[in-house]
């Protein structure tokens, strides 16, 4: 069963292909073959305000235009990305501009962004990351562009950002634990090609196992750490491949299960695998083993807090234990909910109570939060129902 036609595009990728457009005046060409998610529309439609001209021909979105400083506040829907890009892009550019979004987005707390711009005053700046966060080191990388700077950190995080800025001729020079930007008087336009989403690759991954189908996914963007949740679901039993391609990587997997073992998420690797964390506890404790997690504090300022809401969710079914900075699941024989799994405007629980929902066999409506990431969910869900 190939799953491709169900996955959007990748996210983090797609978002910063179309916002770094804003930091160059030569233009920029996107190929985006498969649906773009809410969260990247939200970029898209924000060009016109910086008066940058888009032309769609089919999946291949061309970029122009001078880049110029927006009149009327930027509306970044329920996008923490696209926010905190364009916080970055302001201390580039050099001019304010007014950035808001819907309410969760609102709520949650970006003073690690804030206190951040503080830092670019028009020097060299040699700081290090308050948060292992890829949003947190793509805001500095950007705003490091004008006067240079280094910037320290403990753990690798999804490196979308010193691809492109490479790409368009910026010079940034990467130690195991340091990345440093030179300053650049002009970066050049680009072509690039959006692969698929692995974050919702994975979910696909898991609700064709829950469903018991095999399945193969392929042309997923390849970055070594967005290949962890596959190789954490082969750890936790589960019969999955995963094979190289260039530029991308392809997953096979089989409902057939293998030994398992418990999941204990070291801290360098929570970064990495922040946003599939909560379905790996989930695969995790229904092949009857136990999942944990510590040091992922930065889940709880996610569209909710995902720890609490992790928890909420597994303790209907599994034993479970939440930390201040994490949560552990114990896999225990399948039964009925102790209660109804809850609803959300958080589209990653949404989606883990429609999986938690198929593999206790009750019926579960979603919501549409799901779209923010993931537009054919519900289609791909009807297909597995319906597939025989």
Known sequence: MLLNDFIPVDKSS???????????????????????????????NCLNLFAKVVERNG??????GKTKKPESPIDCGNSATMMHLLMGISVYLGVDFE???????????????????????????????????AQLKSFHLISML????????????????EDLLTKMGAEIVEKPSSIEVFPVDRLHGYSVEIKL???SAFIAACAALIFKKSFEISNSYKDDSRMTPF???????????????????????????????????????????????????????????TFSVRNASWLRNKESDRISESVKRFSLVFETEEFADGFSVSGAS??????????????????LSSLMA????????????????????????????NDQ
């Open 99 to 133: 950035l808001t979004g819907d309410e969760s987005l609102m709520s949650r707390d970006h003073s690690d962004f804030s206190e951040a711009v503080k830092l670019y005053t028009g020097n060299f700046v040699e700081t290090a990351l308050t948060k292992e966060s």
């Open 334 to 351: 399948k039964h009925a909910p102790a209660g109804e799994i809850p609803h959300s405007f958080d589209h990653r629980m949404e989606m």
């Open 231 to 289: 190789v954490l679901l082969q750890n936790a039993g589960f019969d999955i491949k995963i094979e190289e391609e260039s530029g991308s990587f392809k997953v096979f997997g089989n409902p057939t299960n293998k030994e398992a073992h418990d999941i204990n998420v070291e801290e360098n690797q929570v970064a990495e695998i922040i946003d599939e964390i909560p379905f790996i506890a989930l695969m995790t404790a229904r092949a009857g083993k």
């Open 358 to 385: 198929q593999d206790c066999g009750i019926d579960f409506k979603m919501n549409d939060s799901y779209k923010i990431s993931f537009p054919k969910f519900y289609e791909f869900f009807k297909y597995l129902q």
């Open 146 to 161: 004008k006067f240079g700077g280094k910037l320290h950190f403990k753990s690798r995080t999804r490196r979308n950002t």
């Open 59 to 64: 999946g291949t979105y061309k970029i122009s």
């Open 14 to 44: 797609a978002i910063r292909a179309i916002l770094f457009s804003l930091l160059t005046d030569e233009d920029v060409k996107i190929i985006c073959e498969n649906e773009l998610p809410e969260d990247v529309l939200s970029a898209l």
């Open 197 to 199: 989403d692995p974050s």
